[in-house]
């Protein structure tokens, strides 16, 4: 009798998408984890308002509860979706469309957000924040994809211990 073992084939790594720190999506359900994130916004769920953030890919976007505007750090060690040919690969598929920007406030971004998760024609969102710093977000050809991308200027967001200080938000 002979015996086989199946070894596994490669899979890639999904990156995932963390919700204030308790609930994790995959990168291919990016559009449930941000209706997901609004819709505990705005039904005041302790499970999002108690650390209302949302982690994709080594950018965070976060809602200062003090001054009910949102505000963006990243590490400057890892780039959207990492760096090199398969970042450029998944640049060269972002889809041709309208662009949507919004300012940092709350009502401006969760409404951008949620018409870039229902609205097809909006292919990116870009949200500013002060001292020209921004968080963009681009759908690409490959269905459930989606890029990620901060800066201020041409420099990278600040990291997460000097984002509130950067943004003057200290207090």
Known sequence: MKTFVATPEPTTIDQEI???GLRCFSERNWR???LYY???VWSNNQSVMYRPKINLNGYTLRLDLGTMTYYAYGRLDHG???SGDAHVERLSRALKGETLEVLCGQNEVEIGLMR???ND???ELVIHFPKSA???FSKTTKRGEYI???CVGSNYLPNMEDARRFYGLDY
């Open 18 to 20: 963390q919700v204030s």
């Open 32 to 34: 449930e984890a941000f």
């Open 38 to 40: 609004l819709n505990g």
């Open 80 to 82: 959207a979706h990492g």
């Open 116 to 118: 870039f998760i229902r």
């Open 121 to 123: 024609s909006i292919s």
């Open 134 to 136: 921004k968080l963009s």
């Open 148 to 150: 990620v991308h901060g």
